[in-house]
């Protein structure tokens, strides 16, 4: 995949120091995570094996091309003892010390046999290597790009509560002062008694707020820690941006990207090819091999017998061209043609689904998209009307012109809206991971 996940593993994943937990005193960026997660991840670790294991896919599939070449040897040691021998009037006699043969046997062959022409059926076979293969490095580019996604949101649910931490701590910041000047006013008359409790209150309970926020921030980190393989507990620093902006990507513009990076989509592609090569190597067979084939031998044959040796040495070289027709095979070749014709069909059939399917993912993911980016732009508004309104309403306190109550009205405004936004950001950021998985490539 021509995409910043496999820039990412070509830059980082061979760099990447491999510790058990993250070093607190260390900024990471997200290649910094990705290149740690790239190797403790258990699917794109499976996937990496399978891509290392594809050189003798390709070996195989090259030597479809290649005469079989067979060497043969062979040795023999043979001892015969005779007692009997003619005689000159024609009569069978014994020898009382016998005659011995012996004969040594050495011969050894090499042969060689190439397909011509197989009626493009060793083209087919190639052709499906190749297939099968592309098909393993696309199941490695489609873990990489569900641990690019999965960890997208991780991390972003990091940053989120982190900056929801922010926010509370800072409402307790303004919950202390908002105390302390319940404190003074009432020691000057301007409050009751019951304005100071009440504060006190608020900040007891913002205290709380603030622990939650910690935790669910130790929760969010703990386990972006488990997605990259690492040990729990540690907390660092992120170097992530965390922003919104407005998409201007056009559907049939990811449409067409995903037609050569959606996984679901490319695979489809490669069976519809695959079914085709079928198609082509079935009706192969109603056509002529031609085959030529090679063998040579070299054969000696020792004999000793008393103080006779013989040395008959054979060299035998033969040279065949060999020439088949299939003339009938009991309708097999043609229902087998015809079985894979309907394949190729069908699949075809599912590529049309797919493509349909895929625009329809698209093109819901980038209306979800879109709809994100404007409801986080009417939720920064709201933060920035209701800060200004807390804002306000606390400076009137300050003078005597508002109540505690107004002022806790419009800092609980305030939270909620500043709040509602970050989860709106959160939510935008969910939604462009969505849409990236359905292109099947990063869009940033």
């Known amino acids: 995949m021509r995409s910043a996940i496999s820039l990412c ?4 994943l061979t760099s990447a120091a491999f510790a058990e937990t993250l070093d607190p005193a260390r900024s990471y960026t997200f290649a910094d995570l990705y290149a740690i997660g790239g190797a403790g ?4 670790a499976s996937a990496e094996l399978d891509v290392n294991s594809l050189r003798g896919d390709r070996l195989q599939a090259l030597g479809t091309f290649l005469p079989t070449v067979d060497l043969s040897a062979n040795t023999s040691r043979t001892r015969r003892e005779t007692f009997d021998y003619v005689a000159s009037d024609g009569s069978i006699q014994t020898s009382p010390a016998g005659e011995s043969f012996v004969t040594n046997s050495n011969s050894w062959s090499i042969s060689a046999s190439q397909d011509l022409f197989k009626g493009f059926e060793t083209v087919s076979n190639y052709r499906l290597a190749l297939l099968a293969q592309a098909d393993v490095r696309l199941a490695h580019e489609r873990a990489q790009l569900q641990l ?4 997208r949101r991780q991390v972003h649910q990091v940053i989120a509560r982190r900056e929801l931490l922010g926010r509370e701590e800072e409402l307790l910041r303004q919950n202390e002062e908002q105390h302390r000047l319940a404190q003074a006013r009432f020691e000057v008359g301007a409050v009751t008694q019951l304005d100071v409790l009440q504060t006190e209150i608020d900040l007891g309970s913002q205290q709380l707020n603030v622990e939650n926020a910690r935790q669910e921030l130790r929760s969010a980190w703990d386990a972006l820690a488990v997605l990259i393989g690492l040990e729990p507990g540690v907390q660092a620093t992120l170097d992530v941006p965390f922003d919104v902006f407005q998409p201007t990507w056009q559907a049939e513009d990811l449409v067409a990207m995903a037609e050569e990076t959606r996984y679901e989509l490319v695979v489809q592609q490669h069976r519809v090819e695959s079914a085709r090569w079928s198609t082509t190597a079935a009706r192969a067979r109603f056509m002529p091999n031609l085959s030529l084939g090679l063998d040579y031998s070299r ?3 020792r004999e000793e017998r008393k103080d006779l040796e013989l040395f008959p040495d054979n060299n035998t070289t033969w040279l065949g061209l060999n020439l088949r ?3 009938f095979t009991g309708f097999t070749t043609t229902n087998t043609w015809q079985h894979r014709r309907a394949d190729e069909q069908r699949e075809q059939l599912n590529l049309e689904q797919a493509r349909r399917q895929a625009r329809s993912e698209i093109g819901d993911a980038l209306a979800r998209l879109g709809s994100s980016w404007e409801q986080s732009r009417v939720t920064e508004k709201n933060r920035e009307l209701a ?3 807390f804002e306000m309403e606390e400076e009137r306190y300050r003078l005597g012109l508002a109540t505690l109550l107004n002022v806790q009205s419009a800092r609980a405004t305030l939270r909620q809206a500043e709040t509602g ?5 959160l939510d935008f950021l969910d939604r462009l991971a969505d849409l990236e998985l359905s292109v099947g490539r990063t869009l940033r």
């Open 387 to 389: 800060r200004r309104s």
């Open 148 to 151: 690019h996604r999965d960890l």
């Open 421 to 425: 936004h970050i989860q709106q950001q």
């Open 325 to 327: 027709l299939p003339l």
């Open 9 to 12: 593993v070509t830059l980082f």
């Open 41 to 44: 991840n258990t699917s794109v």
């Open 299 to 301: 054969s000696i044959n």
